[in-house]
Nanobody
Framework: QVQLVESGGGFVQAGGFLRLSCTTS????????MAWFRQAPGKERELVAA????????RYLDSVAGRFTISRDDVANRMSLQMDRLKPEDSATYYC?????????????????WGQGTRVTVSS
């Protein structure tokens, strides 16, 4: 069973930044396409960013492109999301997700493994 653990959430003022991390003990981390999803109360879960397991390919939600940066470290088994110029509408619970040898899909159904989530709150 793949266990994903998120960290780095918190409370920040608009315009600020946070860095989320997702770590796992899976030794084949390099074979997993990794992604960040978020879900705000009363809204559907949406893809924020994804990074392919093998190709130099990333995918971003339009509203975060240019502000957020996804990266991965296959030696440290860690994926990160640098979130800059945060806005109140970025407030949500952020989830790490993984899919072995998958594409950078936008649908949550395409990801098999999930973390418990980390809360991000951006005040105006």
């Amino acid at each position: 069973q793949v266990q994903l653990v998120e960290s780095g959430g918190g409370f920040v003022q608009a315009g600020g930044f946070l860095r989320l991390s997702c770590t796992t003990s899976v030794i084949t981390f390099s074979r997993y396409t990794m992604a960040w999803f978020r879900q705000a109360p009363g809204k559907e879960r949406e893809l924020v960013a994804a990074i392919h397991w093998n190709e130099d390919r990333k995918r971003y939600l339009d509203s975060v492109a240019g502000r957020f940066t996804i990266s991965r470290d296959d030696v440290a088994n860690r994926m990160s999301l640098q979130m800059d110029r945060l806005k109140p509408e970025d407030s949500a619970t952020y989830y790490c997700a993984a899919n072995e040898r998958g594409n950078t899909a936008a649908s949550a159904e395409d990801y098999v493994h999930w973390g418990q989530g980390t809360r991000v709150t951006v005040s105006s």
